[in-house]
């Protein structure tokens, strides 16, 4: 009998007794003591609503552009990597479910899905997620083949010269190449929906890298190889780089404060993604949704600004646009729809968050986006607290 699943957090449960211990602790587990990862959810929550009554919200229009292409609600499903070890065909499965949704789909550098055959399942608004390799070949072979695939927009992520420390991983064994250790054995032998489904077709592989490449390379090759080492020279002049091969939207992803989205908009790009990478990097950085007023208010007209990191309710949404975002990026909510039923999970967790954001935005008296402003919003705790014990 399956459970009746009504919000994400019932999503990411079915996903955490799907998922082996290694899988789950690689989905959802943040840097270090994981207060990014804290931070990011207890900046939603620290923002409360003053809604306005008695508007006429009979009709409701939640409709947008997200990079210049139209999107039913400000959304994307943002990239990441290796999805193939939650379920098979992945990348496939985002990218028909964000259609569906009327979306975007960003893919990951690292998917374990060719970028054409994620292609060739949708005529959606793709998008392409850059990490960039010390053979800079490889990113301008990407580059021209997501070209080549009709994907809009260019990602680059900016937060991540090298991984996080995530303690979770040694704990449970998540390594490439994979170690044959008797709890991993065990870990699998108690997961045998996923073994059916997923573990026994074998390791996923980093595909879209590894054609780019010219190289067979697998998932256990990332330490060994210059197709998996990240070039760490990378800095603000490439850009320039990234214009010469890339002639769509160009968004800097990983943004973490006001004077880096100064910076990002002097070299010109089209937008930034203010993310810490859902907690999973720099442990200790401040969360997005803090930053944004900050960036938005000094933005240049035209340029969009993005957020994401905590999102699990469509009244996420709601306050993320309420404070200037274009959109929001969706990154462990989708993968625990994936995780949790495939393809199906993805289209119901999606379609979750966008009738939250609708019944939000009615019981905030905002018949559409352009009423989701900050004054809607007040911060509450600290500073309500400070106020009423002076008084
Ligand atoms: C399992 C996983 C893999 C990720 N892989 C990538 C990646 O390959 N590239 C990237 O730019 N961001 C990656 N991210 C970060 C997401 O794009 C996004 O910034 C983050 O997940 C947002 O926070 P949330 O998960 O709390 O929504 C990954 C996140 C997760 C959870």
């Known amino acids: 009998m399956t459970a009746i699943r009504s919000n994400v957090a019932d999503y990411r449960e079915a996903a955490r007794r799907f998922l082996p211990r290694f899988a789950f602790a690689y989905l959802e587990g943040g840097a270090e003591n994981e207060i990014t990862l804290r931070r990011n959810r207890a900046a939603f929550e620290a923002l409360a609503f003053e809604p306005r009554v008695l508007r006429d919200v009979s009709t409701l229009d939640t409709r947008t552009t997200l990079a210049g292409q139209a999107a039913a609600w400000p959304a994307v499903v943002g990239p990441t990597g290796i999805n193939g070890l939650f379920r098979r065909a992945a990348e496939e499965a985002l990218a028909r479910a964000a259609q569906k949704a009327g979306l975007p789909f960003a893919l990951s550098t690292a998917s374990t899905s060719l970028l054409e055959d994620v292609r060739n399942v949708t005529e959606g608004d793709l998008w392409l997620q850059l990490y960039v390799q010390q053979d800079r070949r490889i990113a301008e072979n990407l580059m021209a083949r997501a070209r080549a695939a009709k994907f809009s927009t260019l990602m680059l992520t900016v937060d991540t010269p090298v991984l996080g420390q995530r303690d979770d991983y040694a704990r449970t064994g998540f390594a490439m190449p994979v170690r044959w250790t008797p709890a991993l054995l065990w870990d699998l032998a108690t997961h045998p929906r996923w073994l ?22 697998g998932i256990e090759d990332r330490t060994g190889t210059r197709t998996h080492r990240m070039d760490l020279t990378l800095n603000w002049r490439d850009v320039a780089w990234l214009r010469r091969h890339w002639q769509g939207r160009i968004l800097l992803k990983g943004i973490q404060g006001a004077s880096d989205a100064r910076l990002a908009f002097a070299h010109d790009v089209d937008g930034v993604v203010l993310s810490n990478h859902g907690g999973r990097q720099l ?15 000094d933005a240049p007209r035209g340029a969009e600004v993005f ?48 009738k939250e954001l609708q019944t939000c935005m009615r019981l905030l008296g905002c018949p559409d986006l352009s009423a989701l402003t900050f004054d809607l919003l007040t911060a509450h705790g600290a500073a309500a607290a400070r106020e009423a014990a002076a008084a």
């Open 196 to 217: 059916a489904a997923v573990g026994i077709h074998g390791q996923p592989r980093l595909v879209n890298l590894s054609r780019s490449a010219r190289l067979g390379a």
């Open 283 to 297: 442990d200790g950085a401040r969360s997005p949704l803090d930053l944004l007023g900050e960036v938005v208010a």
């Open 307 to 354: 957020v994401d990191g905590g999102i699990r309710r469509g009244s996420d949404i709601a306050k993320a646009v309420a404070l200037g975002a274009r959109g929001v990026l969706l990154g462990r909510a989708p993968l625990y729809g994936l995780a949790a039923a495939g393809e199906a999970g993805v289209t119901d967790v999606l379609a979750m968050l966008h």
